[in-house]
């Protein structure tokens, strides 16, 4: 089996260290930011949870890199003098620090970053603006101690606040800004208006929160700062990493040109050595790899990243097997040059062979294909239609007078889409148990879950499901079904692994509960912490995390983010997961045509051969069956008019008609009519009322008019033109006799 392999090294850079979310570096990083503060902080406004700035910043962080870590530390009520270290002594009349929540906290639970945000209970206990920013510069510093930069939100505005209030708010935010500059973070602007109040478009409802969307705005002033590119630090030397090798273009029968895609990731400080890229490329029929090499030239910067694309082609069926590796001379690090290893087998792609039919006017055609390598075939009517008209390997198309075209499709795979949810690899608990529910938000099939799972060994998944939402039925035994038990390998703690339980079916606007545990009562599933249900959706299917559950129906631990993922079909797919493209098949209508030319007359003497064309395999002459030719004699059929008929039947069975009538008499002849047109005028013709001759030549002119029977009309000799009355004659055909010393002609006349 041939194949062939081409490589096309199409590369991008850029160099971002300023934006958190495209810097490439912190992917492989991970950075624990503490938060302390007040009720803002803490949470209160927002009627989700998940809108919390603090939350949102969290997610955004574990985003870049699961393991990031926000510990919130804000408390309702705090001051700038609660979150003072540990051996700070209050002036008198100011309150403790305190232990648990304050600066100290944040360096020994080993803060990368710390952010302050204190919007307004110091103003509301009157404590001044140096005081505020004496504090806020102690942290600062004892922060700084311990190598932890720290960042302060300025505060925040207050609907009613009174003038001395309000002067050291604004007092106390114009400080953060000129004592802090790129390290104060702005939750003042855009949310307070001119009279210094909140603006009421954020406001919670209480004058001193804000709500969900100003918790939006608050977020991304916060990300914006970009703190972890700020706190990121290289490694010393030359580290080139291989991430993110994908399939950009997967084919269940393979491409021409199946696109692979790798990243080459600047780790450490700026090198600028050439790096080299080796492709191999393993094919089941062939012991030795094809390999190909790539040079990216002139290196990269800290933390620039590269991509490289180089295509195969896949279209021969087998196993593949491709990896690629990279090589710098001053690479010290090499356990991450080497990409994924990429595994994965194409089928041969549908092959079809059309058959065309030919039918006769008002038939139905019988259109068929031969096939190889296919599971289904669908026809078309048009070339861009999305609804197929038939399927199977023949199509009888309806009945038709014209030539028409149809289109058939050789379709491998599934003929549905194929989905799956996912909902967060972030989870700080493990515990063996956990409640979902899923909604169905159209008609769909679930096929199977992944789930990820802490304690190494073989573990038995266990299911029950339940019509409807688990709520409320978490520890009723008897409201759930028993669906089935998967056992699967853990290998290593914290992997997610595919558990299957046979497909179910869910109809549009159902809702399914479903309680995963492991058949070990000391094993544990992983989920995070969540304060409410944390719905995600695809357009077809929901998941609402949930609630831990001890082994089994047990205690409730709600609410839980669980982690896992749901793989799910639905709808018609006619393309498969891979097309033969669509092949034009007709049906042609055959229409034969007979043209035995237009009526003639002969001599008496004479005989005629009519021709019924070459592309008919019967005939049939008067309905007597005959040959392609049919000789007519004169003397046989006799003086008249004899009207011939040929029916003929060509190898489709398709019949074709044609007539012609023969005049036979014994006075005329039209073999020299052409006499007539170059030297008369004859008019008109037909005509009721008379025959107008025009001489042309002023030559002496005979001139005779005869019925069809031969018996004469009209005679006469003229030199100049002369007229004919016929209107007394009896209608038909007559010929008209014109001779001079310039020769003679014959014109059928017909009157009417």
Request: charged fraction near 15%; charge should be negative.
């Amino acid at each position: 089996m041939r194949y062939t392999f081409f490589v096309i090294l199409l590369s991008t850079s850029t160099l971002i260290l300023g934006q958190d979310d495209q810097n490439f570096c912190l992917a492989n990083q991970s950075y624990h930011i503490i938060i302390l503060g007040s009720s803002t902080a803490a949470g209160t406004g927002p009627l989700s949870a998940d809108s919390t700035w603090v939350n949102r910043y969290r997610s955004f962080l574990q985003e870049i890199n699961s393991n990031n870590l926000v510990t919130n530390l804000a408390i309702g009520g705090t001051t700038t003098y609660h979150i003072m270290p540990d051996w700070f002594a209050p002036p008198s009349n100011r309150p403790a620090t305190n232990p648990n929540n304050n600066v100290s906290q944040a360096i020994t639970l080993g803060a990368d970053a710390i952010i302050v945000n204190m919007p307004s209970n110091d103003a509301s206990n009157n404590f001044g603006v140096d005081e505020q920013i004496f504090n806020f510069q102690s942290i600062a510093a004892v922060a700084d101690s311990a190598n932890i930069p720290v960042w302060i939100c300025t505060t925040q505005p207050k609907t009613p606040f009174g003038a001395i209030q309000d002067a050291i708010q604004i007092g106390v935010r114009d400080s953060i800004f000129s004592t802090f500059g790129n390290m104060a973070i702005d939750f003042w602007n855009g949310i307070a208006l001119p009279s210094n109040d909140i603006d009421p478009m954020f406001d919670s409802g209480d004058g001193t929160h804000l709500n969900d969307t100003a918790h939006g705005i608050l977020f991304n002033r916060v990300r914006d700062k970009n703190i972890l590119s700020e706190i990121f630090q290289p490694d010393q030397g030359t580290d080139f990493a291989m991430e993110n090798y994908i399939i950009t273009n997967p084919n269940f029968c393979g491409d021409s040109a199946t696109i692979i895609q790798g990243e080459i990731i600047n780790l450490a400080e700026d090198e600028f050595s050439d790096i080299y890229i080796v492709h191999d490329i393993y094919y089941s029929s062939s012991t030795t790899p094809i390999t190909y090499y790539d040079t990216i030239s002139g290196g990269l910067n800290i933390c620039e990243s590269i991509i490289f694309e180089f295509s195969v082609n896949t279209l021969a069926e087998g196993y593949y097997s491709i990896l690629s590796t990279l090589s710098s001379p001053n690479d010290t690090i090499l356990g991450n040059n080497y990409s994924s290893l990429l595994n994965f087998t194409t089928q041969a792609a549908p092959n079809l062979n059309p058959q065309n039919d030919t039918i006769c006017k008002d038939e139905m055609a019988f259109l068929s294909v031969d096939f190889e390598n296919t599971d289904t075939i669908f026809w078309y009517k048009n070339l861009t239609d999305l609804i197929p008209i038939g399927n199977g390997n023949n199509f009888t198309t309806p009945a038709t007078d014209i030539t028409q075209s149809y289109f058939a499709e050789g379709i491998n795979g599934d003929l549905f889409f194929k989905e799956s949810l996912f909902t967060t690899n972030n989870s700080n608990k493990n515990w063996n148990g956990v409640m979902i529910n899923l909604v169905a938000h159209e008609t769909l099939t679930l096929d199977s879950f992944s789930l990820k799972m802490e304690d190494i060994g073989t573990q038995g998944v266990v299911a029950y499901f339940k019509n409807g939402t688990y709520k409320s039925f978490e520890n009723d035994a008897t409201a759930w079904t028993f669906w089935g038990v998967d056992s699967v390998e853990v290998l290593g703690s914290g992997n997610f692994h595919n558990v299957n339980f046979g497909s179910k079916i869910l109809e549009q606007g159902d809702t399914l509960g479903i309680y995963f545990h492991l058949e070990n009562g000391g094993a544990r599933l992983s989920y995070n912490d969540a304060t409410d249900w944390i719905s995600r959706f695809t357009d077809e299917l929901e998941v609402q995390s949930g609630s831990g559950i001890t082994h089994t129906f047990g205690i409730i631990y709600f609410p839980r983010d669980w982690n896992g993922e749901v793989f799910y079909h639905y709808g018609f797919n006619p393309e498969g997961d891979c097309s033969s493209g669509r092949m034009e098949i007709s049906a042609i209508v055959s229409k034969p045509i007979i043209n035995l030319g237009n009526d003639t007359i002969i001599f008496s003497n004479q005989n005629i051969s009519l021709n019924g064309g070459a592309n008919f395999t019967e005939y049939y002459w008067d309905g007597t069956l005959g040959e392609q030719f049919y000789n007519i004699s004169a003397t046989t059929f006799g003086i008249g008019i004899h009207k011939v008929t040929l029916e003929a039947i060509n190898e489709f069975g398709c019949i074709a008609f044609d007539t012609i009538e023969i005049t036979i008499t014994e006075f005329v002849s039209i073999s020299n009519e052409q006499f007539i047109e170059n030297n008369f005028q004859v008019f008109p013709n037909p005509t009721a009322d008379f025959i107008s001759i025009k001489n042309l030549n002023s030559t002496l002119v005979e001139v005779q008019l005869f019925d069809l029977y031969g018996k004469k009309k009209f005679e006469n000799i003229v030199v100049e033109n002369i007229e004919i009355t016929v209107k007394h004659f009896s209608k038909g055909i007559y010929f008209l006799h014109l001779s001079s010393e310039y020769g003679w002609g014959v014109k059928k006349i017909l009157i009417e």
